[in-house]
């Protein structure tokens, strides 16, 4: 009879979630976007972010990342990287508890020289916690916190270019 009642419980709650549209977060489907260009060419930068800009423009089925802007239809570059540490919160002594890490990055994208709409910037914010006798944990917790900061700075960046309309030079000769 426990089980039975688990098992109810269980299929109410699966349903429950199910009913008012949760679902969980994961790489299919959820970050393909329908990008209005079919090659792209990535430059500018320290190159921190490029790899994982990569990857996220990789993840799209109809587009491809080339090694040479001559054989590219776009051309998307990072015109600035910003990384921060500021203070968030500290204790009655004075000590540092928490930072707040900002990663800033600009992008623009252009075909033949045109820009393709307007420059796009994401700011992306994590707050590490701190403590004086974890430093070597704390120094690999702000590593990951880094990397995944730039990771989700080139999901919002692909997410941003996917609400971009067709290529400058379309409709150059129509009036709205």
Excluded at 48 to 55: A, N, V
Excluded at 70 to 87: G, N, P
Excluded at 111 to 118: D, I, K, S, Y
Aim: with cysteine; hydrophobic share 40%.
């Amino acid at each position: 009879m426990t089980r039975f009642i688990r098992w109810l419980a269980f299929a109410v709650l699966a349903l429950t979630l199910a009913a008012c549209g949760f679902q969980l977060r994961g790489t299919a489907g959820s970050t393909v976007h329908q990008l209005p260009f079919h090659s792209v060419y990535l430059s500018g930068g320290d190159g921190s972010i490029k790899p994982y800009l990569r990857t996220a423009l990789k993840r799209q089925p109809q587009v491809s990342v080339t090694v040479s802007a001559r054989d590219a239809e776009a051309m998307l570059t990072i015109a600035e990287e910003k990384v921060s540490k500021d203070i968030l919160t500290i204790n009655s002594v004075g000590k540092v508890n928490e930072y707040q890490l900002i990663y800033r990055v600009t992008a623009r994208l252009s075909q033949r020289g045109v820009a393709w709409g307007p420059d796009m910037t994401v700011i992306v914010r994590r707050t590490l916690g701190y403590s004086d006798s974890a430093i070597l944990g704390k120094e690999q917790e702000e590593t990951l916190l880094w990397n995944d900061m730039r990771r989700d700075a080139a999901e919002q960046l692909v997410t941003r270019l996917s609400y971009l309309q067709a290529a400058p030079g379309e409709h150059a000769g129509t009036q709205p």
